[in-house]
């Protein structure tokens, strides 16, 4: 007679807490799932802004190299000048 009912107890017991530690369980997956997908947005940007920033220094070396030979060119000149002084 007691064990017809401390059974079922014991198993209503039983089921409470696996189903509790289940529903910890999704829980727990849902909010690193979650902070995974935000950390995987944020290096999204971070490689967008990386590659952006090459091609932003690339131009800015393009431009500098331009400017460095049209300064060569003048300082050539000085010289062929200057020698042409002295002479």
Sequence with gaps: MASEILIPILLAII??????????SDKRQDYFTEKA?????????VITNFSNNIKTCEKTHIDLNSHIKS????????????LKLEK
């Design 71 to 82: 300064h060569d060119k003048i300082l050539q000149d000085h010289e062929k000048r200057i």
């Design 37 to 45: 997908d935000e950390l995987s947005d944020d290096l999204k940007v």
């Design 15 to 24: 089921a409470y807490w696996v189903k509790r530690y289940i529903d910890r």
